[in-house]
Nanobody, 113 residues
């Protein structure tokens, strides 16, 4: 069964860091660009960044310079390294496999001021 599973969320103080993981199964991981999105309560889902099949990354202006991403194809895993976290980064974070059109269930990130 094709699925993505996120992990690594939690509660962190402003200025802190977290690393999220997105593990895929049941898909040809290496052929999928992987996108990260987030959704805060009462707001629309927002694009965060993308890791392309060749490892190139692009981020939204709101996280550029603070977030980084990488992929480990043998482990079918993408990582989202989040540094200098701000309270406005609080959201449910999702990964999405573009070619396979699969969403993960999300992992909650809460940044306390």
């Amino acid at each position: 069964q094709a699925q993505l599973v996120e992990s690594g969320g939690g509660l962190v103080q402003a200025g802190g860091s977290l690393r999220l993981s997105c593990v895929a199964s049941g898909i040809i991981f290496s052929l999928n660009d992987i996108k990260w999105y987030r959704q805060a309560p009462g707001k629309q889902r927002e694009f965060v960044g993308i890791v392309s099949t060749d490892g190139d990354t692009t981020f939204s202006d709101s996280v550029k310079g603070r977030f980084a991403a990488s992929r480990d194809n043998p482990k079918s895993t993408v990582y989202l390294q989040m540094n200098s976290l701000k309270p406005e980064d609080t959201a449910l974070y999702y990964c999405y496999a573009v070619r396979s059109s699969i969403w993960g269930q999300g992992t909650q990130v809460t940044v306390a001021s």
